[in-house]
């Protein structure tokens, strides 16, 4: 039938059967890469949302405007993807969180598999073998990159994109600075996608939330290169009445 036909799965699994060969297309292994898909993408969902939350009980002061940017888009187009991709201030609060929160020190690691090694234009040579990263941290935090770097502006990037729409035509780059949007100075999963507005949306409409310390977000723990959420932090969620 070829590589393609009418009624072809285009499902991860499908995916996985089409290119593994050999023992790797046995049971067991599929299983495994399933699982470590499921690893791979869960967690980091979490561990972004998680941060968004310690941030908010952190600066309450951006829970009102998100709230009332929430209200307002659902009225109007309802809870659909069109409508988040309407929620500029709800987005940009999970952006920022991720630019101060990004899962390790160090991102999109890369290992040099060419025999030869690998050399660089400038002349900087890699040996095989060798390791490669990218200081996503210190990217986030620089001041070249961002005005007040290490203060959190939930809105930071909501009045970019403002100002960005104003100077280019509305039918191009319209997901440009979005939380799901990669660039060299925003790396907190590499080249990866990763967006929950619905859930923070959800929140700010539904719940009062705010740190267990008022204004302390719970500290970080460290795993080796990883950084991920306080296990037992805490935050204090209320639900709303009126």
């Not at 829970?63 to 993807?81: A, F, I, Y």
């Not at 987005?91 to 050399?119: H, Y």
């Not at 001041?143 to 729409?165: H, I």
């Not at 310390?213 to 935050?235: C, F, N, Q």
């Amino acid at each position: 039938m070829g590589p393609d036909w009418p009624g072809k799965s285009n499902d991860l699994i499908s995916w996985f059967l089409e290119i593994a060969e050999g023992e790797e297309r046995t049971a067991p292994a599929l299983v495994l890469r399933i699982l470590m898909t499921n690893f791979a993408a869960i967690h980091t969902s979490s561990m972004a949302f998680t941060y968004a939350l310690f941030e908010l009980a952190a600066h309450p002061e951006h829970l009102l405007p998100m709230r009332e940017e929430v209200e307002g888009v659902v009225k109007k187009q309802g809870w659909s993807k069109a409508a988040l991709n309407s929620m500029v201030k709800v987005d940009s609060f999970l952006r920022e969180s991720q630019r101060l929160n990004p899962g390790a020190t160090v991102e999109m690691t890369r290992k040099v598999v060419a025999k030869e090694g690998f050399r660089f234009t400038d002349g900087i040579i890699l040996l095989h073998g060798a390791l490669v990263y990218v200081t996503s941290r210190a990217i986030h935090y620089d001041e070249v990159n961002y005005e007040n770097s290490t203060k959190f502006d939930g809105f930071r990037f909501a009045q970019e994109r403002v100002e960005y729409t104003a100077n280019h035509d509305p039918s191009q780059d319209i997901f440009k600075r979005q939380m799901i949007t990669t660039a060299v100075d925003h790396l907190p999963f590499g080249n990866g996608r990763q967006a929950c507005p619905a859930m923070l949306a959800h929140l700010v409409v539904n719940y009062d939330i705010k740190a267990e310390v008022e204004g302390v977000r719970p500290p970080d723990a460290m795993v080796s290169l990883r950084i991920t959420p306080s296990p037992s932090g805490k935050l204090c969620f209320r639900k709303r009445m009126d």
